[in-house]
């Protein structure tokens, strides 16, 4: 073969990105460069060619002379459309090889001149046999790479002229640009063939490794596949019958977070079985929701989560000491567990049990609990609960079943050592489906509460690093198994100082931001609020305190409002208070202010704190009959048939007639006769006013009491002891008789508290006797007698009458 060397010629010149066009190939082209639309447009309107090169790097708009390569094609513009974007789409048809020989300047487009590159066919034995090569070699290559289509396949066996062949076999290679490039510069036919053979037998041998590998791989993955296959198959069928993927989807969805979660043995092994009955069943039925349900309350437990907080004592006792004032017991026993757990890794989580009357902060003091312990707080109120399965939940076989109020805590709670709180504990109830209170012995057993079981989750779940905070308002609601788990820790109601300090730093700042005042704007003083306190509330704690701060506060708004007094401000003393408050609603407990016969101030305890309780008896001519008014119990009824029969019993040395009663018809009235009365604590109370009504002398009127009477006139301790002393403070009672079983108690009572009173430990009636009665002076009360002499001769004539 030889090249001759043609006359140059001048044509204009458009680079081509990541493309190389053959003699004989025809290709579309997008055109969107100024230059290249400009060097098409001229190539139509001289009905000439067009010379299209590859450019070296495809990223460059405009390349020059050194980014354009030196051999490309002449091609003739076969169709040309202008698109509306401005682009032109051309349809162009390579003709033959040139050579840039120089660059001819051009204002619109790029314009060259040209030596083709012509070379001629010689035939010869090694042609073709290259020829017959090449031809079997596409034909191989063809079977292994589907995208060549048949008709190309055709088309180049019916192709005679070899340098044809050649180019048309190098348009259809998946080669890279770069390659391409280099076989359109070969100079000679010979070594473009060897060349396109070389890439094809290596296309050849690649496709073949893969071939191999694809093999391998379809072997391992036989199994996978069919199970792919299958479950194609089987979100076909549910789509048919409307059921849809979702169900699949959500079981691979659960799965995951099974395999993320971190669960026990017991509960993994259990969810485990669950999904894999849940997989077999229909997404549409019934038993798939309740399935589901049940696997969704699992993973949504926190099983190993737990808070992290650093314990710091001090600190602690500054947030206790800012949410609440007072109550030093209980803060003393919360920080004594914190120090404890701040020495060791882990304890078995305290169940405390506050007791106290309503509005004294139990429930809050659990919250500044948790805030003091950086720990989640949750809260569940068991007033009115009678159900066992609110405890312990329902068992899957019921319709609507659901895990019960632990554990439902436990998933708001979202971790596994939270402060608990079982709010008003003594107020659940019993009936035919079961006690709830039974239910709450494993609950709060510290040695049971590691495995707590859920009848609806019926699976082991561990309490024991939960801190547990009940709250009552009394001990009598709550079963004595169930008081034996806690720790119980009585909160006494607020005394009237500490209401006065509580309004002060507290509730008339909070009262004031709420009904839009700024500070200062309101100032209530200590008179104000002790009248607040004793005429318009009756309770232990401070929300009715708070709910007269807020009528005050509104009643003054309204009143700023109307007069167009912004800036006014307002103070108010004890006098003033009745003019927002209206009349008050209470009688204020006092002292009786004379020293009277027959009249006694007992102390009592009840739900809202203590009570001056008076007691009055009567005496009228009649026939021994004891008559007992007041709404009083039955155990307080029995306290005075006890006390007047102690009375009997002293008949004698307390200078009465043996056969007084069978004259005499006693009358015993406890006022305020529409609130129920009951308890054995009146029991000393009720003997002094009969005795007193007996051998009429006074009772002194700044003196109370309170004891249980045995019929031998011993005298029981009794509850509330605190509660009746704040009583006694607010009625200006100076002294107040004790049992002497209750000394043990006085370590609870303020130490202010106690300095203000007198109080005296009694242990039998006879000292309660001396101590109330006022005689004259060198009386004596107790006469020279045989003490119930009559009740021994009659013992011993029944004795020696049996013998």
């Not at 051999?71 to 401005?86: E, K, N």
């Not at 500044?368 to 609110?390: C, N, P, Q, T, Y």
Request: charged share 30%.
């Amino acid at each position: 073969m030889s090249i001759t060397k043609p006359d140059t010629k001048i044509f204009p010149l458009m680079p081509l990105r990541d493309i190389v066009i053959f003699p004989h190939m025809v290709a579309p082209l997008v055109v969107g460069r100024k230059q290249s639309i400009h060097a098409l447009e001229d190539a139509m309107e001289k009905r000439t060619e067009i010379f299209l090169v590859t450019q070296k790097h495809s990223g460059i708009d405009e390349p020059d002379a050194e980014g354009i390569y030196r051999i490309g094609t002449l091609a003739s513009v076969m169709q040309l459309l202008r698109l509306p974007d401005g682009t032109i789409k051309a349809l162009v048809e390579g003709q033959r090889r040139a050579e840039i020989v120089s660059f001819v300047p051009h204002d619109r487009f790029i314009q060259v001149e040209l030596r083709e590159l012509s070379e001629d066919l010689v035939i010869s034995r090694e042609m073709i046999a290259y020829e017959r090569e090449l031809r079997k070699c596409f034909e191989e290559y063809a079977d292994t790479n589907k995208k060549i289509a048949k008709e190309v396949i055709k088309s180049v066996q019916g192709i005679e002229d070899q340098r044809k062949l050649v180019d048309v076999i190098c348009a259809h290679l998946p080669l890279r640009a770069e390659e391409k490039q280099q076989i359109l510069e070969c100079k000679t036919l010979h070594e473009r063939i060897e060349k396109i053979l070389e890439t094809m037998s290596r296309e050849i041998e690649l496709a073949g490794l893969e071939k191999d590998i694809n093999a391998r791989v379809k072997t391992r993955m036989g199994k996978a596949q069919r199970n792919y296959y299958l479950g194609e198959k089987v979100k076909e069928i549910q789509s048919e019958m409307g059921q849809g993927e979702e169900g699949l989807d959500d079981i691979v969805e659960l799965e995951e977070t099974v395999k993320k979660k971190k669960l026990p043995s017991l509960a993994k092994e259990k969810i485990t079985k669950e999904l894999k009955k849940l997989k077999s069943m229909p997404p549409m039925s019934a038993e798939t929701t309740v399935v589901r349900n049940y696997i969704d309350c699992i993973l949504s437990l926190p099983w190993k989560k737990k808070s992290r907080s650093v314990i710091d004592i001090n600190k602690a006792e500054v947030i206790l000491d800012e949410d609440h004032y007072g109550l030093k017991k209980p803060k003393e026993r919360i920080l004594e567990y914190l120090a404890v757990q701040a020495q060791v890794k882990k304890i078995k989580g305290p169940i405390l049990c506050l007791v106290g009357p309503p509005g004294v902060g139990k429930t809050s003091i659990c919250q500044s609990v948790a805030r003091a312990l950086d720990r989640k707080f949750v809260r569940i109120s068991l007033g009115g609960v009678r159900d066992e399965a609110e405890i312990r939940g329902h068992r899957r076989t019921y319709i609507g079943a659901m895990p019960g109020k632990i554990i439902q805590a436990m998933q708001r709670a979202s971790v596994s050592n939270p402060v608990f709180c079982l709010d008003e504990v003594d107020k659940m109830s019993m009936d035919f489906r079961g006690d709830p209170s039974s239910a709450l012995l494993e609950v709060l057993d510290p040695e049971q509460n590691s495995a707590f079981n859920d009848h609806y989750l019926d699976i082991d779940y561990d309490l024991s690093e939960v801190f547990f905070i009940t709250t009552a308002n009394n001990l009598h609601g709550i079963p004595v198994p169930l008081q034996d788990r806690m720790e119980i820790i009585h909160l006494s109601g607020y005394t009237e100082e500490e209401k006065n300090r509580i309004a002060d730093g507290y509730l008339i700042p909070k009262q004031l931001k709420e009904n839009g005042f700024k500070p200062g704007e309101i100032s209530l003083t200590d008179g104000a609020v002790l009248e607040i306190v004793r005429r318009y509330t009756r309770e232990a704690g401070v929300r009715d305190l708070e709910r007269n701060i807020s009528s005050i506060c509104r009643k003054i708004a309204r009143d700023r409002l109307k007069k167009s007094l912004n800036t006014k401000k307002y103070r108010l003393s004890a006098q003033t208070v009745v003019k927002y408050l209206g009349t008050p609603k209470y009688r204020f407990g006092l002292a009786e202010e004379q020293d009277r016969v027959g009249l006694t101030t007992g102390l009592a305890w009840t739900e809202v704190g203590g009570e001056l309780l008076q007691i009055e008896t009567t005496l009228m001519k009649g026939s021994g009959k004891m008559i007992i008014t007041g709404k009083l119990g039955d155990v307080m009824q029995e306290s005075a048939q006890a006390a007047l029969s102690y009375a009997r019993s002293r008949a004698e040395i307390l200078g009465l007639a043996p056969d007084f009663y069978q004259k005499l018809d006693i009358h015993v009235h406890v006022p305020e006769g529409a609130i129920p009365k009951d308890g054995p604590s009146a029991g000393i109370t009720i003997a002094t006013s009969i005795v007193s009504a007996l051998i009429r002398k006074p009772v002194k009127r700044q003196l109370a009491m309170t004891g249980e009477i045995t019929l031998r006139g011993r005298v029981l301790p009794i509850g509330g002891l605190t509660e009746k002393l704040l009583a006694a403070k607010r009625g200006n009672i100076t002294s107040v008789l004790v049992p002497k079983d209750n000394e043990r108690n006085l370590a609870d009572v303020p130490a202010k508290i106690k300095k203000q009173l007198s109080i005296t430990l009694v242990e039998h009636m006879d000292e309660v006797l001396e101590q109330s009665i006022i005689t004259e002076e060198g009386e004596i009360l107790f006469k020279d007698a045989p003490i119930n002499s009559l009740y021994n001769e009659i013992t011993l004539s029944e004795h020696n009458t049996t013998q």
